[in-house]
DNA sequence: CGTTTCGGTCTACGTGTGTTGACTAAAGGT
DNA sequence: ACCTTTAGTCAACACACGTAGACCGAAACG
């Protein structure tokens, strides 16, 4: 609990602040979903004030953009087989990886609007890609259940953390999952 | 706009105006979630007074409970190739079926507490059935991946309408995961 | 007809929210 | 040494919400 004594510019002390609000923000907009975080309460986690949340952030709006700018997913082509393959390691790596950004945006896309948006809008990016790379005629239906899958695994884990899928290791929900993703992918 | 002219007894006034607001707040719990959708919304919706919706549903906790009452599933069983029939057919059932309550459960479950335990509770309920139909030792795993294969598909059709999902015919969706739940279910 | 019951409305209270602006004090610059 | 900037705090605003209780008018009943 003791202080750093070292001298840290004004410069520094402002980037740990606004470093501190976001990483309480993003833990709290993830537990609680938008409507329930408060900005006293994000504020009263990174231990300090409201209305410097404000001073920095501008908005609870603006904040939240902040907090849930997502990274895009890495772009997937070639071939049916290989498609399934990019497919299947993307959610081995979201399953694997740092989370609590994407449970905050997952979290609150159900109920506050913009967030909502710009997730449907990233999904929907993503599928015409996948469709593209599947030679059916049904390739937009089936690149939709191959996300919607991706979806709902992500969202039993993270959101309802489902009791199967909640201890699963990464590699083994990529495994049996395989011939399934495989099937739908290919004809 | 014309009242109907016919005189109603006061029970079936009541029976009514009852259902009125209960439709509006089905309606309105589930395009907006619990914590965006206010009692004063849902009276006016329902042509009435917040003060009415109280007395007759106590609190707006639970005008929700009332909503979101949601049927069980009926119960799985059998040998596993029948068991993943019945898993499509009880999806199939899911996206032809009344739907609004459903996603007002839904979409609540994310950020109300209550509403969460209720849905998590079913959901494992339904995927212990599942996993003792299933012959593989990793069947706890694969029960909740189908479980969680089917939210997805419905979260995505009903919460974030996907391009591809909104439109699709239940049938074609259920066909196209046919091989894919099969695939999961049977080793 | 008089009285009671009850569906429906109106007003107001208390609380928690996002947000604002004045303020303090320390750091940076000259 | 002085002045300016700025990180951080405090107190208050306006508003929307859930909820409670007084109130009104018509149906039900004797």
Redesign the interface.
């Known amino acids: 609990m003791a202080d750093e004594p070292t001298r840290v510019s004004r410069a520094e002390r402002r980037r740990r602040t606004e470093a501190r609000i976001l990483d309480a923000a993003r833990d709290l907009f993830g537990r ?2 938008y ?2 975080t408060t900005i006293r309460a994000v504020a009263a986690a990174a231990g300090t004030d409201p209305g410097l949340v404000m001073r920095y952030f501008g908005s609870k709006e603006r904040l939240f953009a902040r907090v849930a700018e997502l990274s895009p997913d890495e772009p997937v082509a070639g071939p049916a087989e290989d498609v399934a393959e990019l497919l299947l390691a993307s959610l081995g790596d979201k399953l694997r990886g740092d989370r609590s950004g994407t449970v905050a945006m997952l ?1 609150s ?3 506050h609007p913009e967030a ?1 948006r710009e ?2 809008a990233a ?2 990016g993503r ?1 015409r890609q996948v ?1 593209d790379a599947i030679p059916a005629d ?1 390739a ?6 191959v ?7 992500v ?3 993270e ?2 953390d ?4 909640r201890d ?1 290791a990464p590699e ?2 990529v495994d ?2 395989r ?3 495989h ?2 992918v290919e004809g």
């Open positions: 609680s979903g409507d329930r979290r896309m159900l109920t909502g997730v449907r999904i929907t599928q469709a049904d937009a239906l089936r690149a939709a259940l996300g919607a899958i991706t979806l709902g695994v969202v039993g884990r959101l309802l489902l009791d199967g899928l699963a083994d929900v049996v999952l011939p399934a993703v099937a739908i």
